[in-house]
């Protein structure tokens, strides 16, 4: 052997050997030792020397990261050939490079799939997420092919990817799922994984059993994207038998390295008791990990644990915080939740604008019964006038389309003169159109006719239209068809019925007809007279706020109607009456004895026992 070639294998014999004492030292923790003894070797050229002084930059291990300095080291080596050099610089230059990318690109890449990438699996980068860097798709492109065509399964992968995921003009699909499945041949899992999903895109039951067996692989290695995807069809029997336990170990493993999507799907098993025992704290604990990560489901999930109640005590202010937060981003259920909480001030200020501002973005996305709640807020002026216009833009543009609910809605916009003019006439023939499957609509199309209000007045006609919604139990439509019965309009008396009518009303609350039930059983109509009955429904009706009924109660204990006097308890309900208007009360108060002198100790009581009587909720007067 002659001395040039002795020396040179000196050389190539005294890099080995570095390389080897390199690697052992980083091996034993002594990271900085190791990175020294390499830098000299690949500052002489050696490939595998660069390659590995790469990884160390990538990593952070033995000199302080940087993405760009281990690119220009990869760079080197890929340059020389070597082959995993070229794999590893196609990856990142597919996630983008800091330098080429938005600030924090770099951290993105070194804390998480640099480590990924340097461990000698380029190809599962492609498969996390890095959006604050640019990807050079053409850089990429150069080296992946270069790998794939010396035979680097990585290498196939990645041009495979750059095929299905990269611009439109790079894109081959037919190309790419042959380089995918001749990596997954080559036992590579990000192969499979890929070969998996290009068989999966087929939409051809035939195909899953052969997708599922490769996902298994990739799965096995550890690919989160494959142990979703693996839970995903032994969730839904795709492929592979239906089996909920293993699904939600599958979204375990993959919500356990990161995978937001497997986090909300195992955090939903949990508190569902899907494939597990259900867990409700650590279901909440991976949804919220979820919802922390941007997904908007996940956070709206969480608003929903905390604002319902049940195994985790109620908190409607953790509740709207992230309700806001999956509303920010366009969660349509979670907007109207939000309204919810501001319309009736839980965990918020109670604000019917604010309320209104998130059923109008709710809507505005698609819910459609936040379109009804900020109809209700509209209705009762709690809105703002451009919310009356939406509003009744969209009940004429669904009612257009033949939604009887909308063309209801927007005959009552058009009777009400809410967000349009007025306008019975064509109210009225909405109103009839919706008539015809909704019973809101058949009591106010009669109320309509009854009136001729936009159609011509036809009493017997409303009555049909009204009795019609009362046979549906309308509590509305009760009420009023029982004041048809006791009046004849439009119709025959009965008020046997009329008493049957007012009853179920009254049972469901409505307080004219608890007043009507006293009015009738006083006397003066087609049933006997019972003047204790009389005075108990007058008595309901009134500690409810009914004004005619306190006038009424007020008589009857005055003048003892129903049995005995109660002077001091006839003042408090007359006094009621009058304070709502009644001044006919004055007359019965006048005729009231002056109030006896109540002993010292005794008035707090009796002012106890008549605030009690002043409470309920309040309604209207029939």
């Known amino acids: 052997m002659s001395g040039s070639l002795r020396r040179l294998a000196g050389m190539v014999s005294s890099s080995t050997g570095k390389i080897k004492r390199a690697r052992a030292l980083m091996e034993q923790g002594k990271r900085a030792e190791g990175f020294k003894l390499l830098t000299p070797v690949a500052q002489a050229g050696n490939a595998e020397a660069e390659f590995l002084v790469a990884r160390c ?30 794999s590893m610089l196609a990856a990142l230059y597919l996630r983008g490079i800091p330098g080429q990318a938005a600030a924090g690109g770099a951290q993105a890449i070194l804390q998480g799939e640099a480590s990924a990438i340097a461990a000698g699996r380029p190809a599962a980068a492609l498969f996390g997420t890095n959006e604050a860097a640019r990807p050079d798709f053409d850089r990429a492109l150069t080296w992946a092919t270069r790998a794939a065509e010396a035979g680097s399964a990585d290498g196939q992968a990645l041009l ?206 698609g819910e459609e019964k936040a379109r009804y709640d900020l109809a209700n807020l509209v209705m009762k002026g709690e809105a703002s006038p451009e919310d009356s ?39 009225a023939q909405w109103l009839r159109r919706a008539a015809e499957g909704v019973v809101n609509a058949q009591y106010w199309y009669g109320r309509m006719l009854m009136q001729g209000r936009g159609v011509p007045m036809n009493i017997e006609e409303g009555r049909k239209w009204v009795e019609k919604a009362a046979s549906t139990g309308m509590v509305d439509a009760q009420v009023a068809l029982g004041e048809m019965l006791v009046s004849g309009r439009g119709g025959a008396r009965d008020h046997l019925e009329a008493e049957a009518l007012f009853r179920k009303a009254a049972t469901h609350g409505h307080v004219g007809a608890m007043f009507a039930l006293g009015a009738l059983f006083g006397g003066g109509h087609d049933i006997p007279w019972d003047r204790p009955q009389a005075q108990h429904w007058f008595r309901a009706a009134a500690e409810r706020g009914h004004a005619h009924a306190q006038m009424m109660l007020g008589r009857y204990l005055a003048r003892g109607l129903a049995g005995q006097q109660h002077a001091e308890e006839a003042r408090f309900w007359l006094e009621k009456a009058l304070a709502q208007g009644l001044t006919d009360v004055q007359v019965d108060l006048a005729a009231l004895p002056p109030p006896a002198p109540v002993p010292t100790g005794a008035q707090d009581s009796i002012k106890a026992a008549m605030a009690d009587a002043d409470t309920g909720p309040r309604d209207g007067a029939t």
């Open 389 to 427: 216009v939406r509003t009744s833009e969209w009940f004429q543009e669904a009612a257009a389309a033949g939604d009887l609910v909308a063309a209801y809605n927007f005959g009552i916009c058009l009777a009400e003169g809410v967000g349009v003019e007025r306008d019975d006439e064509q109210a």
């Open 57 to 86: 930059y990538l990593e952070g291990n033995g000199v302080p990261p940087s993405a760009q300095e281990g690119a220009r080291w990869l760079e080197r080596a890929a340059t020389q050939g070597y082959l995993e050099a070229q």
């Open 160 to 365: 495979a990817f750059i095929m299905t995921s990269g611009p439109e003009a790079l894109r081959d699909h037919d190309r790419a799922e042959d380089l995918y499945r001749r990596s997954a041949a080559a036992d590579c899992p990000q192969g499979k994984l890929g070969f998996a999903l290009a068989l999966l895109r087929r939409n051809d039951p035939a195909s899953g059993g052969e997708a599922a067996a490769n996902l298994r692989g990739a799965a096995a290695a550890g690919l989160a994207t494959a142990q979703y995807m693996l839970g995903v069809m032994s969730e839904q029997g795709q492929g592979v038998p239906v089996d909920r336990a293993a699904a939600t170990e599958l979204y375990r493993q993959a919500a356990e390295r990161g995978l937001r999507s497997a986090q909300a799907r195992y955090g939903f098993a949990l508190t569902h008791g899907l494939g597990v025992k259900r867990n409700m704290q650590d279901g909440e604990s991976w949804l919220r990990r979820a919802a922390l990560q941007g997904d908007p489901d996940s956070a709206a999930l969480v608003g929903d644990l905390y604002s319902r109640g049940g195994e985790l005590p109620p908190n409607h202010t953790e509740a709207a915080m992230w309700y806001r937060r999956a509303a920010a981003v366009g969660h349509k259920a979670a907007a109207r939740s939000l309204g919810l909480l501001h319309l009736t001030g839980a965990g918020v200020p109670k604000d019917p604008r604010e309320a209104a501002r998130w059923f109008r973005l709710s809507a505005e996305a």
